[in-house]
Structures are given as C-alpha cells and as structure tokens.
C-alpha cells in the first residue's frame, strides 16, 4: 500500500513569510502527528490529529498550527517564519493514536529559512 | 517529564562486528510504550520495534536483538553481524499514557563500513 506522502519535499523561504506543508497518510490511518527535526534540537513532536480534532500539542509557539480534512489528509502551517524554523518536518501515521502505534513516517519537507 | 537518553552520538564499526546501540529513559508513569526506529539517508523513519512497560521479554528478529530492563531503565539494540546497509541514524522513543505524545532521544548515527 502507498505510504504517506509528504509535499513539498524542499522548499524556500524568507523570514516573515509563512508556509504550508502538506501530509497524506496511509489509507485507512486516522492519526496524523507531525515532527520538527533539526541538528540541534533533535526529533521534537508538534502535534497530533485524529478524526480532525488535535489531540495534543508539543511546546511550539502558536505560529505552527495544523489542520486535519475528513480524509485524513493533514496540513501545518508556520506563520511569520523565522531562521530557526528551518528544519525537516516529519509526518507520521497511525491507525489509532501515536501514542501506542508503530508510526509510519514520510520523507519529510525540508524547509530552509533565510 | 519523560525523558530519553542516547549517550553515543556516533558509532562507526566493521562489517560483522556486533555492535550496541544505548537507550536510557525516564518517566513517572507506569503504563508508557519504548520504541526503536530507523532514519537511513532518505529521511523517513522506519519502525523497528514498541515494547510495553509490562512485557519485559527481551526479542530477536533475525540480526537484531532488543533488551528491555526495567530495574536500570534501559532498552537497548544490539545488531549482530552487522552489514553497510545497517549505516543509519537510530532513535530511541518513549511514550507515556498520560503525555500522549513520542519523546525522541538524540539518536546514535552508525556508520558500518565494509
């Protein structure tokens, strides 16, 4: 089965600007959590969501946000983007709930920030 | 706070040597979930095994061998014979019941060259 799929895969931005990624889960899968992976802070969790209402929330300031459409397709937004924010974004999918479940994760968005 | 440790940054070995990779972690709860997964260059993380904190069993699938001790808190990965196509980064996770959400360790990069 198709695994899930992240776009875009790279991407430039400049402070200020703000940006959309896009995650489609394994079918079937009803949770979506998403992930920020830099060198120096390591794999740290954004949020969860399940059945389009998120569940629960990492210690990100409120410029990331993220949404989940009725087929379980998920966005996340970073608003007013800063050098920091530069990163891979990871997406995972689970049947139920990250919490328990072996995660399925994509490839990742690469965001560069300057 | 939960709370993984991966203290080897790095590993480098031979083929077919065995080698080790050290998961430390903390948490409060009694119900929480461990978690092994695999980062090749590609980027997308695959999952490699969950152990729950009631089942202490220790598992091997094929090459790879897993020890969960609950008395040092520890779950460690060992890989025997080891092959260039183990070269990765491998996380260590832990989810507790009632966080719900995956804390990373730093990850341990293992380079296996031939």
């Known amino acids: 089965k198709a695994g899930v799929t992240q776009t875009p895969r790279y991407l430039i931005k400049t402070r200020g600007q703000q940006v959309t990624l896009s995650c489609s889960p394994i079918s079937g899968h009803r949770s979506v959590s998403w992930y920020q992976q830099t060198p120096g802070q390591g794999l740290q969790f954004l949020f969860e969501y399940f059945s389009e209402t998120q569940r629960n929330k990492g210690n990100f300031p409120g410029r990331f946000s993220g949404r989940q459409f009725s087929n379980s397709r998920s966005e996340m937004n970073v608003s007013t983007l800063e050098l920091g924010d530069s990163a891979l974004y990871l997406c995972?999918?689970?049947?139920?709930?990250?919490?328990?479940?072996?995660?399925?994760f994509g490839e990742g968005s690469r965001l560069t920030v300057l | 706070a939960q709370k993984v440790t991966q203290a080897q940054t790095e590993i480098s070995v031979v083929e077919k040597e065995d080698v080790t990779l050290d998961c430390v972690y903390e948490?409060?709860?009694?119900?929480?979930?461990l978690f092994w997964y695999k980062q090749p260059p590609s980027g997308e993380l695959v999952f490699l095994i969950r152990r729950n904190s009631f089942d202490e069993q220790n598992e091997i699938s094929g090459r790879y061998s897993w020890n969960f001790q609950k008395s040092t808190s520890s779950f460690n990965f060992t890989i025997t014979a080891s092959q260039v196509v183990d070269s990765a980064v491998y996380f260590c996770a832990l989810s507790e019941a009632r966080s719900n959400d995956m804390r990373f360790g730093a990850g341990t990069r293992l380079t296996v060259k031939p």
């Open positions: 995972a999918s689970s049947l139920w709930t990250a919490y328990t479940g072996e995660l399925f």
């Open positions: 948490t409060r709860d009694t119900t929480y979930y």
